[in-house]
Nanobody, 121 residues
Framework: QVQLVESGGGLVQAGGSLRLSCAAS????????MGWYRQPPGKERELVAG???????NYADFVEGRFTISRDNAKKTVYLQMNSLKPEDTGVYFC???????????????WGQGTQVTVSS
């Protein structure tokens, strides 16, 4: 079993900042891509930012330079620093990791339970 536990969500005023963390634990041989997704109220889940194991990153257009994804491979943790938050950034933020549980298994997607981010105007 692989567990991803997010933390750092909360209520913040527009223009404020939050830092999300997601720690992976359990049966993990290696982790490939890690990323953050969000689901705004009444909308589909969408990619926010991604990070490959070799350090490459990618961002959704709506990030506009406000967010930074980073990871600590030794801690099996991915972070999302969010600055200049807007009310439209409100939603449940999920982390995802491509995990190889054993040496002999393939990579599988694992998801966290989500953390609520609410940005007030």
């Amino acid at each position: 079993q692989v567990q991803l536990v997010e933390s750092g969500g909360g209520l913040v005023q527009a223009g404020g900042s939050l830092r999300l963390s997601c720690a992976a634990s359990g049966f993990i041989f290696s982790i490939n891509d890690m990323g953050w997704y969000r689901q705004p109220p009444g909308k589909e889940r969408e990619l926010v930012a991604g990070s490959t194991s070799d350090g490459s990153t990618n961002y959704a257009d709506f990030v506009e330079g406000r967010f930074t994804i980073s990871r600590d491979n030794a801690k099996k943790t991915v972070y999302l620093q969010m600055n200049s938050l807007k009310p439209e950034d409100t939603g449940v933020y999920f982390c995802k990791a491509e995990v190889k549980p054993t040496r002999w298994s393939g990579f599988r997607d694992s998801w966290g339970q989500g953390t609520q981010v609410t940005v007030s105007s």
